[in-house]
């Protein structure tokens, strides 16, 4: 059994519901759920799931090899999910690459981060990896109170993705600064800490507690949740109260903040515009996007919740398109994620005008991902004569 697989597996890593991960919710084994085929680590990224060809789609066409493209470049079949051949090698052997970023002030070791929701507080990953080789750990995100979350089921696997309906679940940020930051402060990696509410004033609570707490690099607010004053309107998908919001975080907050993005808007540019005009420090995106599935034997929705967000390889080109537009758009940095499961995947988010990358669902198959895709951003610096990897973002050439 390889490590990847132990640890979706093992109980360590994959159940504890102590900490507000409820990994176990997350990949419905607590549903009886074959917990590997949920998540997907019985196959590794196997190229016949990734592409579609077990369900009936022919591979070749699926995976671009009609058109020309290497199959197993296409299919990702010649990383997995990590990085090509060779990277190490090129690592140790190579010079030296500065890999220091930095975001309203907060330096971070590295553009690496992980996806909140995707990592608890990092806890069970540390079992697994030494956190202090990431950038960041973005937590869990936390509410003024508890939240219970929705039923069961809220996870169903899509092609290249996963939809989840877990509905912010959360020990309540009380319940955080107690047992989780403590924790991450020891980690010796940047702390950013995801910020939820249904209306301005729950977040602005969420903050007032998070005022001046030593050890906290950063906030990020997610305002993908709906606004139940507003009969349930995705918060981040009005300009007007994008911008109110960001306003009020950044009167609150003594951290930098991060608003993070609902992909679900017709023109994502308009919600950054908002966020700038706001005050924000800086942005995150995207959020999942929302879909649907049906069970055709039982003829109705396989998610509790009806809909739930995508995540995962799927979404990676409309993420980066959006990543793209946004830095036309706005001139605060960028914190970029959606589907990226490899280095080259996060090349191409920097290049797009990313100075960051968030890693998510890709956790999930290989909880070393993350440290695969430093030293594959590293390599690819070397490659490429890049001395700073500071000068990749928005490199792209035009
Ligand atoms: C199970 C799960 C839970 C999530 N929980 C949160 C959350 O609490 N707060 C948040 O802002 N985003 C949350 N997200 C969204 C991710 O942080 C990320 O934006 C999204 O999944 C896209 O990245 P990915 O494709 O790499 O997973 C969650 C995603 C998943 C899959």
């Not at 020990?171 to 950013?192: H, Q």
Request: proline share 5%; charged share 25%; with cysteine.
């Amino acid at each position: 059994m390889t490590e990847a697989r132990k640890s979706v597996t093992a109980p360590n890593a994959a159940g504890r519901t102590d900490r507000g991960m409820e990994q176990n919710g997350v990949c419905g084994a607590d549903r009886g759920m074959e917990q590997k085929a949920v998540c997907g680590a019985d196959r590794g990224m196997d190229p016949d799931t990734v592409c579609g060809a077990d369900r009936g789609m022919d591979r070749d066409t699926a995976c671009g090899a009609d058109r020309g493209m290497d199959r197993d470049t296409a299919c990702g079949a010649d990383r997995g999910s990590g990085c090509p051949a060779g990277a190490e090698k090129d690592v140790k052997n190579g010079p030296d690459v500065r890999m220091e970023v930095e975001i309203a002030g907060v330096k971070f070791k590295n553009p690496v981060f992980t996806a909140s929701g995707t990592y608890g507080s990092g806890m069970e990953y540390s079992e697994w990896i030494d956190l202090s080789r990431l950038g960041a750990v973005t937590a869990k995100g936390i509410s003024d109170v508890p939240w219970e979350g929705n039923p069961a089921p809220r996870v169903a696997e899509t092609a290249s993705g996963m939809l989840n309906c877990i509905g912010l679940q959360n020990p309540g940020v009380d319940a955080f600064l107690e047992r989780d930051l403590p924790f991450l402060r020891k980690a010796g990696c940047g702390v950013i800490v995801n910020v939820a509410g249904h209306e301005p004033d729950e977040y602005y609570r969420v903050i007032d507690r998070l005022r001046d707490v030593p050890g906290i690099d950063m906030l990020e607010i997610n305002i993908s949740c709906p606004n139940v004053k507003a009969g349930g309107l995705v918060l981040g998908t009005d300009p007007g109260m994008v911008e109110e919001i960001t306003r009020g975080c950044k009167a609150h907050a003594t951290q930098p903040v991060m608003m993070k993005l609902t992909p679900n808007v017709t023109d994502i540019k308009v919600l950054a515009k908002a966020c700038e005009a706001g005050g924000a420090d800086a942005i995150s995106l995207i959020n999942t996007l929302t879909g649907m599935r049906i069970d055709i034997e039982r003829q109705t929705f396989v998610l509790s919740n009806r809909v739930g967000g995508l995540s995962g390889p799927a979404i990676m080109p409309v993420a980066l398109r959006m990543v793209y537009e946004c830095a036309q758009a706005v001139s605060i940095p960028i914190v970029g994620m959606g589907g990226i499961s490899c280095a080259e995947d996060a090349v191409e988010f920097l290049l797009a005008g990313a100075t960051a990358v968030s890693v998510g669902m890709a956790n999930f198959i290989n909880p070393k991902v993350t440290l695969e895709i430093i030293d594959g951003l590293k390599a690819y610096c070397v490659r490429h004569g890049v001395a700073d990897i500071r000068k990749l973002t928005g490199a792209v050439k035009k």
